[in-house]
């Protein structure tokens, strides 16, 4: 199959409203998406990625009235969030109605519904006419795709239609919330972080790790470059660098005498850059990537959870 590469939304929403799957930039990573009321279409996104079925997609949406046809009750805790981070890196759960079939949910009796703030993915919802399942435009267990290249590297000429624009402005995935019950609770943390959710809701929290999983994805492994992943706390000794070895983080210190080095900015940085330099040294046959160690606090909570997925 060709793949039809496009900068025009209403090309590939043309695609969607035929019911076939199209690849889409937002803020957060690029999605792979299908008309999220079409269960054959949803059933594509599955196959293209070889994404385990048990694993739900994310409802996109381009205007905030769309919730209210696809959850049963806007719960009060998801309200705050709503008005607080739609559009934005933020993902809600909340009960389903019988409007969306079990493919999209993964046969939850929930549903996880994002707004994109990006300018593209907002024209292309709107362009489709219909809310946008979509998981992200990668080969399940690969790191998300943070700018098109990347999608193309995982599905060219495996996927109908591929809408470029801009390098993601985030670079991981959003932050997927819990809001069935009384507090809300961060499933998956990212950009939007625990403590700007506590500013809304003092009692929301991060789920405990070994609790019961609710986020099916957060079971996968994921996010994994090809190269091992390692976390490095303190500086090693020179003399144990060996070749084919990189280093992501913020202290120039601890990147010396590696092959590869990217140095971030600041935390931000380095949650934009991840998965870009993870695809990066597999290109280049990198065989071990040192990530540096970060507080989980603030986005450092979804730096940390993201690199734990990744090691082997
Ligand atoms: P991806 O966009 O590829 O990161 O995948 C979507 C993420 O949202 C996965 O981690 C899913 O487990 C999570 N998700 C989607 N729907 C639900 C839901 N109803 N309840 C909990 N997590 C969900
Ligand atoms: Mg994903």
């Known amino acids: 199959m060709k793949t039809t590469v496009t900068n025009n939304p209403k090309i590939a929403a043309a695609f969607i409203k035929a019911g076939e799957i199209a690849a889409f930039p937002t803020e957060t990573v690029y999605g792979l998406g299908a008309d999220a ?28 009235k769309d919730i209210n046809v696809l959850a049963q009750e806007i719960t009060p805790s998801a309200k705050k969030i709503i008005s607080k981070f739609f559009p934005g890196p933020v993902t809600v759960i909340l009960k389903k109605n ?21 300018r593209l993915a907002q024209q292309l919802i709107k362009a489709a006419g219909v809310p946008i399942a979509a998981p992200s435009a990668n080969l399940s267990g690969s790191p998300s795709p943070t700018n098109f290249l990347h999608v193309l590297r995982d599905f060219n000429n495996k996927i109908p239609c591929l809408l470029i624009g801009p390098p ?52 996968y492994k994921h996010y994994s470059p090809k190269a091992d992943v390692r976390i490095i706390n303190v500086k090693r000794e020179m003399s144990n660098v060996k070749r084919n070895e990189a280093f992501i983080g913020l ?33 280049e046959g990198i065989k071990t990537i040192w990530c540096q160690k970060v ?10 959870n993201r690199l734990n997925k990744a090691i082997h």
């Open 168 to 219: 993601a402005k985030y670079g991981l995935e959003s932050t997927v919330i819990d809001c069935t019950g009384k507090n809300p609770v961060i499933l998956r943390p990212g950009s939007v972080t625990l403590e700007q959710i506590k500013k809304l809701d003092k009692n929301a929290v991060i789920q405990k790790k070994g609790g019961k999983i609710k986020s099916p994805g957060q079971k």
């Open 37 to 64: 009321y079409n269960e054959k279409a949803v059933k594509k996104i599955f196959k293209a990625k070889g994404r385990p079925v048990d694993n739900p997609l994310i409802v996109h949406i381009a205007n905030k």
């Open 251 to 283: 202290d120039r210190n601890l990147g010396k005498g590696f092959e590869k080095v990217l140095i971030c900015r600041s935390m931000n940085d380095y949650a934009r850059k991840l998965f870009s330099f993870f695809r990066e040294c597999d290109d």
């Open 98 to 118: 019988e409007i969306i079939p079990p493919a999209t949910t993964a046969g939850l009796d929930t549903i996880a519904i994002r707004m994109p703030a990006g």
């Open 295 to 304: 507080a989980e606090k603030g986005i450092g909570a979804a730096i940390m």
